[in-house]
């Protein structure tokens, strides 16, 4: 009696095991894409955090030479990752996502101080109107202008690191700005938005636009545009959220 009592007791825990719901695993892979007038290196303090934590991180060198360059260019990226992607985007970034992010293996997007155009609509649509601050190549890409640059692109970075961001800018083809958007990945993935609160280059308003006409959690941080450098540690943690939130949803 005793050993069946044992028997009895060891196959109603495996039942309860059996019955008991999976526990959901976050999302291990991240790519990260950089958007205009910048390059992968920006990403370095949000990967230094993602990495520590265990994620494996991806940074996709986009030549931003045309959307469909820069998609084609996240798409290598993602054709090399093992498993579900959190896809990540920042400005520009923010367009190359939306499009990138149909692929399969993508099960959530975030968006940080990003565009986040719908169907039919283009990456410049919402932004103020006037001449911006760019100076044109005869081949068709823009460097953006060095006082702007460093007074309005990246005010809360360390001067020393803002002067170096523009002389390694990476100039953008103008193109990008007309392009009707042919298809958006938010529509159907579940998103995540990290507004920047005092962005002078994409109005906060348009920011909070776009991240509460995609449903997306939502978290603003008091930076510039490009507040994931100086607050790295905020962009990680919204990072982390998503890949932990996706991760549940699958």
Same mark, same amino acid.
């Given at each position: 009696?005793?050993?069946?009592?044992?028997?009895?007791?060891?196959?109603?825990?495996?039942?309860?095991?059996?019955?008991?719901?999976?526990?959901?695993?976050?999302?291990?892979?991240?790519?990260?894409?950089?958007?205009?007038?910048?390059?992968?290196?920006?990403?370095?303090? #949000?990967?230094?955090?993602?990495?520590?934590?265990?994620?494996? +991180? %991806? !940074?996709?060198?986009? @030549?931003? *030479?045309?959307? $469909?360059?820069?998609?084609?260019?996240?798409?290598?990226?993602?054709?090399?990752?093992?498993?579900?992607?959190?896809?990540?985007?920042?400005?520009?970034?923010?367009?190359?996502?939306?499009?990138?992010?149909?692929?399969?293996?993508?099960?959530?997007?975030?968006?940080?101080?990003?565009?986040?155009?719908?169907?039919?609509?283009?990456?410049?649509?919402?932004?103020?109107?006037?001449?911006?601050?760019?100076?044109?190549?005869?081949?068709?890409?823009?460097?953006?202008?060095?006082?702007?640059?460093?007074?309005?692109?990246?005010?809360?970075?360390?001067?020393?690191?803002? #002067?170096?961001?523009?002389?390694?800018?990476?100039?953008?083809? +103008? %193109? !990008?700005?007309?392009? @009707?958007? *042919?298809?958006? $990945?938010?529509?159907?993935?579940?998103?995540?938005?990290?507004?920047?609160?005092?962005?002078?280059?994409?109005?906060?308003?348009?920011?909070?636009?776009?991240?509460?006409?995609?449903?997306?959690?939502?978290?603003?941080?008091?930076?510039?545009?490009?507040?994931?450098?100086?607050?790295?540690?905020?962009?990680?943690?919204?990072?982390?959220?998503?890949?932990?939130?996706?991760?549940?949803?699958?």
């Amino acid at each position: 009696m005793p050993k069946l009592r044992l028997l009895l007791a060891a196959a109603a825990s495996l039942v309860a095991l059996w019955g008991a719901p999976a526990m959901a695993a976050p999302v291990k892979n991240i790519v990260l894409v950089h958007g205009a007038w910048a390059d992968g290196s920006g990403w370095k303090g #949000v990967y230094d955090i993602l990495t520590k934590d265990g994620y494996t +991180v %991806s !940074v996709v060198p986009n @030549p931003d *030479t045309g959307v $469909a360059d820069d998609v084609a260019a996240t798409q290598r990226v993602l054709d090399r990752q093992v498993g579900p992607v959190i896809l990540v985007g920042h400005s520009y970034g923010g367009t190359v996502i939306t499009l990138a992010g149909a692929d399969p293996k993508v099960v959530g997007l975030v968006y940080v101080a990003a565009f986040g155009p719908a169907v039919g609509e283009t990456t410049g649509q919402y932004l103020p109107k006037g001449p911006l601050p760019i100076t044109v190549s005869k081949d068709g890409l823009a460097f953006f202008n060095r006082d702007a640059f460093l007074g309005a692109f990246a005010p809360d970075v360390p001067m020393a690191t803002r #002067v170096f961001m523009y002389d390694a800018q990476v100039p953008l083809a +103008v %193109s !990008v700005f007309s392009a @009707p958007i *042919t298809q958006a $990945a938010w529509t159907s993935k579940p998103s995540w938005y990290l507004v920047s609160a005092n962005d002078q280059i994409i109005p906060p308003d348009v920011e909070r636009m776009y991240a509460k006409r995609m449903k997306a959690v939502t978290a603003e941080v008091a930076g510039s545009h490009v507040a994931f450098i100086s607050h790295p540690d905020v962009a990680a943690q919204l990072i982390e959220a998503a890949a932990k939130g996706a991760g549940a949803s699958k």
